[in-house]
């Protein structure tokens, strides 16, 4: 009789849980509606449970195992949740919540935002980086091919985004460390006209070569959407890591200069 009353009220928690969630394949880690209630609410937990970077297991609404980049995609869109589930399989699995009508705008906001930057990550990490021919303020040119064997750290940017220099006197140090490496190259690429690049390199240091470019190229060849983004290109000329954080582009480099 004990087992009996076990069983059914093991059955009437999971009923619960689906009808308050939908066709979830498990109990979620955070409840849906907690994560959304505010934007900051969301940052904690994109900061604690959102883990894209390594292997991750990746269903629809419905329950249903679709590919990374389709459930990327779609979370791109901000209509739905990457919702963390409990895994029997001690594994990372996230399944689609579609949003609810009145969750908290700005979290929502964010929540797009987080997910088309996962999305332009997918699109290019462990890929080859595209052909490209810079010519950086002083007339040197850096290809695809005058970069083969080399690693290549690139840095998107422009003048006006507060972050991206704000981090350049970190970045200026870190060209330092590997200045005596013939195989490290950095470059980096600014949605700037020449001259106000130029203006800018007269009051402030930077020691990465400086390319201007245009701003659809970061965005629709590089898949770039915030800044400043970071790219590890590997002497093979494979993305090793693209960032928008200085931080994890410093470890990814670390990692492959060891090598």
């Given at each position: 009789m004990?087992t009996?009353l076990?069983?059914?009220?093991?059955?009437t928690k999971?009923?619960c849980i689906?009808?308050?969630?939908?066709?979830l394949?498990g109990k979620?880690?955070?409840?849906p509606?907690?994560?959304?209630k505010?934007?900051n609410?969301?940052?904690?937990?994109?900061s604690d449970?959102?883990?894209?970077?390594?292997?991750f297991i990746?269903y629809d609404?419905h329950?249903?195992n679709?590919?990374k980049?389709?459930f990327?995609?779609?979370v791109a869109?901000?209509?739905y949740?990457?919702?963390?589930?409990?895994?029997?399989y001690?594994?990372w699995e996230?399944?689609?919540?579609?949003?609810?009508?009145?969750?908290?705008?700005d979290?929502?906001i964010?929540?797009?935002?987080?997910?088309l930057?996962y999305?332009?990550?997918?699109q290019?990490?462990g890929?080859?980086?595209p052909?490209f021919?810079?010519?950086?303020?002083?007339?040197?040119?850096?290809?695809?091919?005058?970069t083969?064997g080399?690693?290549?750290v690139?840095k998107?940017w422009s003048t006006s985004?507060?972050?991206?220099?704000?981090?350049?006197?970190?970045?200026?140090?870190?060209?330092?460390?590997?200045?005596?490496?013939?195989?490290i190259?950095f470059?980096s690429i600014a949605?700037?006209?020449?001259?106000?690049?130029?203006k800018?390199t007269?009051?402030?240091l930077f020691?990465?070569a400086i390319?201007p470019v245009?701003i659809?190229?970061?965005q629709d060849?590089?898949?770039g959407?915030?800044?400043?983004i970071?790219w590890?290109?590997n002497k093979q000329?494979?993305?090793?890591?693209?960032s928008?954080?200085?931080?994890e582009m410093?470890a990814?480099?670390?990692k492959e200069?060891?090598?």
């Open positions: 004990r009996r076990l069983i059914l009220v093991i059955i999971m009923i689906n009808t308050t969630y939908g066709q394949r979620p880690v955070v409840p509606d907690s994560i959304m505010n934007i609410n969301f940052l904690q937990y994109n449970h959102l883990m894209f970077d390594g292997d990746t609404e329950g249903h679709i590919p980049d389709q990327l995609k779609m869109t901000g209509n949740l990457p919702l963390q589930l409990y895994s029997k001690n594994a996230y399944q689609l919540y579609k949003l609810k009508p009145g969750v908290d705008r979290a929502q964010m929540l797009k935002q987080t997910g930057t999305y332009s990550i997918y290019i990490k890929k080859p980086f052909d021919h810079y010519v950086d303020l002083n007339g040197k040119v850096y290809t695809s091919a005058n083969k080399k690693i290549v690139l998107a985004c507060i972050p991206c220099v704000a981090e350049m006197p970190e970045l200026n140090r870190l060209v330092d460390k590997y200045k005596g490496r013939k195989d190259v470059v949605f700037d006209s020449k001259e106000k690049l130029q800018f007269k009051s402030t020691k990465y390319v245009s659809r190229y970061i060849t590089l898949h959407t915030g800044y400043p970071h590890v290109i000329g494979i993305v090793v890591s693209m928008y954080n200085s931080g410093i990814a480099l670390n200069a060891a090598k």
